[in-house]
């Protein structure tokens, strides 16, 4: 069983950064593949960015790559999303999820996770 914890969300200005942590209190974390996931108000929830298990692959939808960086220290049991030059079409909650894939593939799909956090919200003011 792994439990999940969002944290770091809040209100910024558009221009502005925060880091998104998902903290697990499940043994083994560095057997899961994270997910990180958005949902914006009336809106389908949406990928973001995944990492594998290792920590050396990573994938990014189109509108946040360049901007958002996901990473992981196994060490700690937690996946961290960097998130830069937010706008406000980014406010959205944000979740991590997670499964024992040890790669990427299709880990764009929400179906692929087993395990989901509870969000935290994330506001971007223009």
């Known amino acids: 069983q792994v439990q999940l914890v969002e944290s770091g969300g809040g209100v910024v200005q558009a221009g502005g950064s925060l880091r998104l942590s998902c903290a697990s209190s499940g043994r083994a974390f560095s057997n899961y593949s994270i997910g990180w996931f958005r949902r914006a108000p009336g809106k389908e929830r949406e990928f973001v960015a995944a990492i594998n298990s290792g920590g050396y692959s990573t994938t990014y939808t189109d509108s946040v790559e360049g901007r958002f960086t996901v990473s992981r220290d196994n060490a700690q049991n937690a996946v961290y999303l960097q998130m830069n030059s937010l706008a406000p079409e980014d406010t959205a909650v944000y979740y991590c999820?997670?499964?024992?894939?040890?790669?990427?593939?299709?880990?764009?799909?929400?179906?692929?996770?087993?395990?989901w956090g509870k969000g935290t919200q994330v506001t971007v003011s223009s």
């Open positions: 999820a997670a499964d024992r894939t040890p790669f990427l593939e299709n880990s764009r799909s929400i179906y692929r996770y087993d395990y």
